[in-house]
Protein backbone atom coordinates (compact mmCIF):
# COMPACT_ATOMS: atom_id res chain seq x y z
CA UNK A 1 0.00 0.00 0.00
CA UNK A 2 0.69 3.59 -0.28
CA UNK A 3 3.73 4.77 2.22
CA UNK A 4 4.08 9.01 3.80
CA UNK A 5 4.32 11.06 1.15
CA UNK A 6 5.23 14.48 1.64
CA UNK A 7 5.86 17.32 -0.85
CA UNK A 8 7.47 19.00 -2.14
CA UNK A 9 10.84 16.93 -1.92
CA UNK A 10 13.00 19.87 -2.28
CA UNK A 11 12.15 23.62 -1.84
CA UNK A 12 14.58 26.57 -1.99
CA UNK A 13 13.46 30.36 -0.48
CA UNK A 14 14.67 33.18 0.11
CA UNK A 15 14.88 34.58 3.76
CA UNK A 16 11.97 36.34 4.45
CA UNK A 17 9.43 34.42 2.93
CA UNK A 18 6.72 31.59 4.25
CA UNK A 19 7.29 28.03 2.99
CA UNK A 20 4.38 25.21 3.73
CA UNK A 21 5.00 21.71 3.84
CA UNK A 22 2.87 19.15 2.97
CA UNK A 23 2.37 15.71 4.72
CA UNK A 24 -0.25 12.84 3.28
CA UNK A 25 -0.14 9.81 6.04
CA UNK A 26 -0.68 6.42 5.55
CA UNK A 27 -4.80 6.06 5.48
CA UNK A 28 -6.11 4.98 8.60
CA UNK A 29 -2.90 6.32 10.88
CA UNK A 30 -4.20 8.41 13.79
CA UNK A 31 -0.86 9.76 15.18
CA UNK A 32 0.89 11.85 12.59
CA UNK A 33 4.49 13.50 14.13
CA UNK A 34 6.18 16.17 12.30
CA UNK A 35 10.52 16.51 12.84
CA UNK A 36 13.13 18.40 11.65
CA UNK A 37 17.01 17.05 11.10
CA UNK A 38 19.41 19.54 10.22
CA UNK A 39 23.06 18.29 7.90
CA UNK A 40 24.51 15.50 10.42
CA UNK A 41 22.12 15.53 12.89
CA UNK A 42 20.11 13.26 14.56
CA UNK A 43 16.06 14.11 14.46
CA UNK A 44 14.47 17.18 16.47
CA UNK A 45 10.90 16.44 17.90
CA UNK A 46 8.55 19.54 16.42
CA UNK A 47 5.00 17.90 17.14
CA UNK A 48 2.50 15.66 17.59
CA UNK A 49 -1.09 15.27 15.94
CA UNK A 50 -3.57 12.63 17.78
CA UNK A 51 -6.49 12.84 15.23
CA UNK A 52 -6.83 16.76 14.06
CA UNK A 53 -5.69 17.84 17.90
CA UNK A 54 -2.00 18.54 18.58
CA UNK A 55 -1.64 17.92 22.30
CA UNK A 56 2.20 18.75 22.38
CA UNK A 57 3.79 21.30 20.56
CA UNK A 58 6.60 21.71 23.22
CA UNK A 59 9.10 20.94 19.95
CA UNK A 60 8.18 23.67 17.95
CA UNK A 61 11.18 26.02 17.69
CA UNK A 62 9.70 29.29 17.94
CA UNK A 63 6.40 31.40 17.15
CA UNK A 64 7.78 31.16 13.27
CA UNK A 65 6.38 27.60 13.05
CA UNK A 66 2.90 26.33 13.28
CA UNK A 67 1.08 23.17 12.00
CA UNK A 68 -2.32 22.02 11.25
CA UNK A 69 -4.46 18.58 10.55
CA UNK A 70 -7.60 18.83 8.46
CA UNK A 71 -9.61 15.67 8.41
CA UNK A 72 -7.94 13.54 10.07
CA UNK A 73 -5.24 13.25 7.35
CA UNK A 74 -3.27 15.63 5.59
CA UNK A 75 -0.91 17.84 7.33
CA UNK A 76 0.68 21.08 6.63
CA UNK A 77 3.85 23.08 8.51
CA UNK A 78 4.27 26.49 7.62
CA UNK A 79 7.09 28.17 8.62
CA UNK A 80 6.79 32.62 8.54
CA UNK A 81 9.25 34.68 7.84
CA UNK A 82 12.01 32.22 7.10
CA UNK A 83 15.74 32.01 8.37
CA UNK A 84 18.45 30.19 7.13
CA UNK A 85 18.95 28.29 10.36
CA UNK A 86 15.91 26.72 8.65
CA UNK A 87 17.37 25.20 5.86
CA UNK A 88 16.79 21.35 7.22
CA UNK A 89 15.46 18.13 5.97
CA UNK A 90 11.88 18.37 7.33
CA UNK A 91 10.80 14.51 8.49
CA UNK A 92 7.09 13.37 8.39
CA UNK A 93 5.61 10.28 10.13
CA UNK A 94 2.34 8.80 10.73
CA UNK A 95 1.42 6.00 13.30
CA UNK A 96 -1.45 3.94 15.14
CA UNK A 97 -4.75 3.39 12.83
CA UNK A 98 -5.48 0.11 11.25
CA UNK A 99 -1.81 -1.62 12.00
CA UNK A 100 -2.60 -1.16 15.43
CA UNK A 101 1.79 -0.62 16.45
CA UNK A 102 0.53 2.87 17.64
CA UNK A 103 4.53 2.65 18.79
CA UNK A 104 5.70 2.08 15.29
CA UNK A 105 6.35 5.51 13.13
CA UNK A 106 6.37 5.15 9.24
CA UNK A 107 8.56 7.86 7.62
CA UNK A 108 8.11 9.83 4.73
CA UNK A 109 10.84 10.81 2.17
CA UNK A 110 11.37 14.31 3.34
CA UNK A 111 11.28 17.89 2.58
CA UNK A 112 14.52 19.27 1.89
CA UNK A 113 14.22 22.96 2.64
CA UNK A 114 17.04 25.39 1.63
CA UNK A 115 17.01 29.28 2.87
CA UNK A 116 18.96 31.38 1.11
CA UNK B 1 18.66 16.16 29.42
CA UNK B 2 16.18 13.13 27.80
CA UNK B 3 18.15 12.35 24.96
CA UNK B 4 20.24 9.53 24.45
CA UNK B 5 23.72 9.03 24.12
CA UNK B 6 25.46 6.36 21.02
CA UNK B 7 28.77 6.25 19.63
CA UNK B 8 29.36 7.99 16.68
CA UNK B 9 30.39 5.05 14.72
CA UNK B 10 31.14 1.63 14.63
CA UNK B 11 32.41 -1.80 12.16
CA UNK B 12 31.58 -4.58 11.66
CA UNK B 13 32.72 -7.21 9.39
CA UNK B 14 29.67 -9.08 7.25
CA UNK B 15 28.39 -11.74 8.57
CA UNK B 16 29.05 -11.09 12.28
CA UNK B 17 26.99 -10.04 14.96
CA UNK B 18 26.90 -6.08 15.73
CA UNK B 19 26.20 -4.65 19.55
CA UNK B 20 25.21 -1.14 19.00
CA UNK B 21 24.99 0.49 22.47
CA UNK B 22 22.86 3.40 24.27
CA UNK B 23 22.60 4.94 27.58
CA UNK B 24 20.02 7.00 28.78
CA UNK B 25 20.30 7.14 32.54
CA UNK B 26 17.15 9.46 32.80
CA UNK B 27 15.12 6.87 31.46
CA UNK B 28 12.10 6.54 33.93
CA UNK B 29 9.95 3.45 34.64
CA UNK B 30 7.35 4.36 31.30
CA UNK B 31 9.93 5.03 28.76
CA UNK B 32 10.16 2.86 26.08
CA UNK B 33 13.06 2.38 23.85
CA UNK B 34 13.13 2.51 20.54
CA UNK B 35 15.87 1.59 17.56
CA UNK B 36 15.29 3.21 14.53
CA UNK B 37 17.89 2.79 11.16
CA UNK B 38 18.12 5.42 8.51
CA UNK B 39 19.47 4.08 5.30
CA UNK B 40 21.29 6.80 3.11
CA UNK B 41 18.31 9.79 1.62
CA UNK B 42 15.82 8.04 3.37
CA UNK B 43 13.20 8.87 6.38
CA UNK B 44 14.25 6.40 8.93
CA UNK B 45 12.36 2.69 9.75
CA UNK B 46 11.64 0.75 12.63
CA UNK B 47 13.42 -1.86 13.96
CA UNK B 48 12.51 -2.73 17.73
CA UNK B 49 11.05 -1.18 20.69
CA UNK B 50 10.87 -2.43 24.38
CA UNK B 51 9.95 -1.82 27.77
CA UNK B 52 11.67 -3.69 30.24
CA UNK B 53 12.03 -7.42 29.09
CA UNK B 54 14.17 -8.55 26.18
CA UNK B 55 12.87 -8.26 22.61
CA UNK B 56 13.61 -10.17 19.63
CA UNK B 57 11.98 -9.77 16.03
CA UNK B 58 13.07 -10.93 12.51
CA UNK B 59 15.45 -7.77 12.32
CA UNK B 60 17.66 -7.55 15.51
CA UNK B 61 17.60 -8.14 19.26
CA UNK B 62 17.07 -5.93 22.05
CA UNK B 63 18.72 -6.35 25.13
CA UNK B 64 17.65 -3.95 28.27
CA UNK B 65 19.88 -3.58 31.31
CA UNK B 66 18.15 -4.54 34.30
CA UNK B 67 18.28 -1.02 35.94
CA UNK B 68 16.92 0.31 32.74
CA UNK B 69 19.66 3.10 32.01
CA UNK B 70 21.44 1.30 29.41
CA UNK B 71 20.53 -0.86 26.39
CA UNK B 72 21.88 -2.78 23.34
CA UNK B 73 20.69 -3.46 19.80
CA UNK B 74 21.77 -6.48 18.45
CA UNK B 75 22.24 -7.22 14.52
CA UNK B 76 22.97 -11.38 14.94
CA UNK B 77 24.54 -11.25 11.10
CA UNK B 78 25.60 -7.88 9.45
CA UNK B 79 24.98 -7.99 5.68
CA UNK B 80 25.66 -4.95 3.78
CA UNK B 81 21.94 -3.59 3.99
CA UNK B 82 22.39 -3.22 7.13
CA UNK B 83 25.05 -0.16 6.63
CA UNK B 84 23.16 2.80 7.89
CA UNK B 85 22.76 5.66 11.28
CA UNK B 86 21.21 3.67 13.92
CA UNK B 87 19.36 5.90 16.56
CA UNK B 88 18.15 4.56 19.82
CA UNK B 89 15.21 6.73 20.55
CA UNK B 90 13.35 7.34 24.54
CA UNK B 91 9.64 7.75 24.23
CA UNK B 92 8.74 9.80 26.79
CA UNK B 93 4.77 10.90 26.39
CA UNK B 94 3.93 11.58 23.32
CA UNK B 95 6.98 12.63 22.06
CA UNK B 96 10.04 10.74 20.77
CA UNK B 97 13.74 12.13 21.67
CA UNK B 98 16.55 11.07 18.95
CA UNK B 99 19.90 10.85 19.72
CA UNK B 100 22.71 11.57 17.31
CA UNK B 101 22.91 8.26 16.11
CA UNK B 102 25.49 5.49 15.55
CA UNK B 103 26.61 5.17 12.01
CA UNK B 104 27.54 1.18 11.04
CA UNK B 105 29.90 0.49 8.63
CA UNK B 106 29.62 -3.23 7.49
CA UNK B 107 33.09 -4.72 6.17
CA UNK B 108 32.74 -6.99 2.89
Known amino acids: GAGVSQSPSNKVTEKGKDVELRCDPI?????LYWYRQSLGQGLEFLIY????????KSGLPSDRFSAERTGGSVSTLTIQRTQQEDSAVYLC??????????????FGPGTRLTVT | DAKTTQPNSMESNEEEPVHLPCNHSTISGTDYIHWYRQLPSQGPEYVIHGLTSNVNNRMASLAIAEDRKSSTLILHRATLRDAAVYYCIRHTGNQFYFGTGTSLTVIP
Open chain 1, 93 to 106: ASGGGLAGHSYEQY
Open chain 1, 27 to 31: SGHTA
Open chain 1, 49 to 56: FQGNSAPD
